[in-house]
């Protein structure tokens, strides 16, 4: 596994997907950090959270597609496969490569914070916890537009395919909010709902429930792919 994330890690890097990635979300959040925050003169980062929700729907997609999709389009795929590997590694050494770039996207925001203490009190604890939030929504959208990538050799297919996904499962709430009429569904929607626990951490509220809800959903998805190889090789 640890050669999979090396090998992942550096080629994020000598690719312009790492670079594309960090700018555009550095970008993102520094907008919505001066319009929330520096603008209004305030140490409150709520909408900047709130923004952030949306722009990792668009860009984690971009930063998963070439993953398992390239392997694909590039006939490697066998050669990992047969190599001295386990399906699991592979898996799991490319997802921690994709989390770990996120993750390095995501340190920005502390430096925002570390910027507002300059002036005034910063709600430090409110700000780990979206943090958090952040970190875990991210862990389980990389792990399901990981999954998508392994069911196409097409980069642009992935990315796409991602976004929908993950724009739908955004959207959960707003289908629960129409069908409230209808028995039984507006509650399996909102216990499926991403955005409501993700609300309730930038509410600074530290939800266990919403923890293991995304972890869950990370591990799940990791599970599926490992079963799409799993399939391949034997097949």
């Known amino acids: 596994m640890g050669a ?5 890690v550096g080629a994020f890097f000598t690719s312009s997907i790492a670079y594309v990635f960090l700018a555009v979300f550095y970008l993102a959040a520094g907008y919505f950090f001066f ?7 305030t140490t409150d980062m709520s909408n900047l959270f709130s923004s952030l929700f949306f722009v990792i729907t668009i860009l984690i997609p971009v930063l998963t597609m070439r993953l ?3 392997e694909k389009k590039q006939k490697t795929e066998q050669g990992l ?16 490569a994709a989390l770990t770039l996120y993750t ?7 430096v925002y914070a570390l910027i507002l203490s300059f002036f005034g009190a910063v709600a430090w604890g409110i700000v780990i916890s979206n943090i958090l939030a952040l970190f875990l929504l ?13 069911l196409t050799e097409n980069q642009v297919v992935a990315a796409v395919l991602g976004m929908i996904v993950l724009l739908a499962l955004a959207l959960i709430d707003v289908v629960a909010r129409y069908a409230e009429n ?8 909102n216990a499926l709902s991403f955005y409501t626990r993700y609300y309730d951490f930038t509410a600074g509220l530290f939800d266990p429930a919403g923890v293991l809800f995304y972890v869950s ?14 399939k391949r090789r034997w097949s």
């Open 104 to 110: 390095i996207g995501l340190a920005i925001i502390f």
């Open 138 to 150: 991210g862990a389980a959208f990389i792990a399901v537009t990981l999954f998508i990538s392994s």
């Open 68 to 70: 398992f999709s390239e």
């Open 217 to 230: 959903t990370a591990v799940i998805f990791n599970f599926f792919t490992v079963r799409v190889f799993e």
């Open 35 to 41: 319009g929330s925050s520096l603008a209004m003169a």
């Open 4 to 8: 999979i994330y090396r090998r992942e």
């Open 182 to 189: 209808v028995p039984v569904v507006p509650t399996v929607l």
């Open 81 to 96: 496969l047969t190599a001295p590997v386990s399906i699991g590694g592979i898996v799991m050494g490319k997802y921690l």
